[in-house]
């Protein structure tokens, strides 16, 4: 029969055994093993931003598999996870639910859409689990300041600011009038064009408000037309953006109406039947298209389409270059990788170049990437700059 002393040890043999089968935590760091750094999106993959969402995603999971292939980052390969929220606020907490305490993320990167991202990040932060280049220009994505929130985008505020200015201005426009989904994300829009026209001794003479699904704008065009509007700033994203240009076009309104970077999409651009030829946009950075001679541009558009059978779009080139710069801190942060370590390292990331001509920097405190935002226009079916500068308000 054995004793205490035998079972004892066979006990403790047993505990060694179970530990050394189980993946070996980096200094007790959530996400971090001896091989893998887990790294999770929660964005749209099937509902009305899925043209944004995959695309993103997809660039991601593309510059992961690169680096990936070459050895991974200090001896650690990253695990990507991507959970589909549907533009869902719902969805997306049950996905956040998912990545924290199922798949232990170490952070979530690009996770889409304003409502969802300020429903999350209060549960990730708990966690101490960094939220890193969600995909909104919303300025909830860095302020209030929180050491776990990393934007990379002008905000959708500042956007607008800048679009006010140029278009009272330069284009001699006085009456503003604004169309916006009824969210966050909207009434962020919103805020920036209150904000600049009061600066500039005017007011938004009239607004209309809608839910993401919506698919009729007679009546909120025709409102519109009739208050007297001159430029229409839209808080829209891709479908409805398309939707609300077609119904100002049959109504032969050719009225200035002028997008923000969840609108600065191709499938805007190259909407069949050039219905939204001579649309503004405002975007914190410029499409560049996969015909463009640079090498870096061309093998990036090359691989993508080999990979995932289409072209990458603006989102997608964003998501390329939010992963190059989590790989660059994630080299920067060294062996030891913990969320303090990886902080420490893209506060040391200053004038950061992409290849498609994009600049970002960070700093203690300054966790917001790039204030700086362009005004395009469709012609031709693209996307072109309207000025070569940055506008400011």
Same mark, same amino acid.
């Given at each position: 029969m054995p004793t205490a002393c035998s079972r004892r040890l066979v006990s403790l043999l047993l505990c060694c055994l179970a530990l050394a089968a189980a993946p070996a935590l980096a200094a007790d760091q959530r996400g971090v093993t001896d091989s893998e750094i887990v790294i999770g999106t929660i964005t749209d993959l099937s509902g009305i931003a899925a043209?944004?969402?995959?695309?993103?995603?997809n660039a991601i999971r593309m510059a992961f598999d690169e680096v990936n292939v070459k050895g991974g980052i200090n001896g650690r390969k990253i695990k990507y996870i991507v959970e589909d929220n549907q533009y869902t606020v719902p969805r997306a907490v049950q996905a956040m639910n998912k990545l924290l305490n199922s798949d232990d993320v170490f952070m979530t990167l690009d996770d889409g859409g304003t409502p969802m991202n300020d429903a999350n990040m209060p549960a990730q932060f708990a966690k101490?689990?960094?939220?890193?280049?969600?995909?909104?220009?919303?300025?909830?994505?860095?302020?209030?300041?929180?050491?776990?929130?990393?934007?990379?985008?002008?905000?959708?505020?500042d956007q607008m600011r800048s679009a006010v200015k140029y278009f009272a201005e330069k284009?001699?426009?006085?009456?503003?009038?604004?169309?916006?989904?009824?969210?966050?994300?909207g009434k962020d829009v919103l805020a920036g064009v209150v904000a600049q026209t009061e600066a500039m001794g005017m007011k938004v003479i009239a607004t209309t408000a809608h839910k993401p699904t919506d698919t009729d704008? /007679? #009546?909120?065009? &025709?409102?519109?037309?009739?208050a007297g509007c001159d430029a229409i700033m839209l808080g829209t994203i891709v479908r409805d953006t398309n939707i609300i240009i077609q119904t100002a076009r049959k109504m032969s309104w050719n009225v200035d109406l002028v997008g923000q970077f969840a609108?600065?999409?191709?499938?805007?651009a190259n909407l069949a039947g050039g219905a939204t030829e001579g649309f503004f946009c405002m975007t914190p950075a410029l499409y560049v298209y996969p015909d463009d001679p640079r090498p870096a541009v061309q093998a990036f558009a090359k691989a993508f389409k080999a990979k995932y059978g289409i072209d990458p779009n603006f989102h997608g080139e964003v998501g390329y270059t939010a992963a190059q710069l989590v790989i660059l801190a994630l080299q920067k942060a060294g062996?030891?990788?913990?969320?303090?370590?990886?902080? /420490? #390292?893209?506060? &040391?990331?200053h004038d950061y170049k992409d290849i498609f001509g994009?600049?970002?920097?960070?700093?203690?405190n300054q966790h917001h990437g790039s204030t700086r935002s362009f005004l395009t226009i469709v012609h031709n079916g693209r996307w072109v700059p309207v000025e070569e500068s940055a506008l400011a308000y």
């Open positions: 043209i944004q969402g995959v695309n993103n995603s101490n689990v960094p939220n890193v280049f969600p995909l909104t220009a919303a300025r909830s994505m860095y302020q209030p300041y929180n050491k776990l929130k990393f934007a990379q985008f002008a905000s959708y505020y284009r001699g426009r006085k009456q503003f009038c604004v169309m916006y989904q009824d969210s966050d994300f704008f /007679n #009546a909120a065009v &025709s409102k519109l037309h009739d609108a600065y999409d191709t499938a805007v062996k030891d990788l913990t969320v303090d370590s990886f902080i /420490n #390292a893209m506060e &040391s990331v994009s600049e970002l920097s960070f700093g203690p």
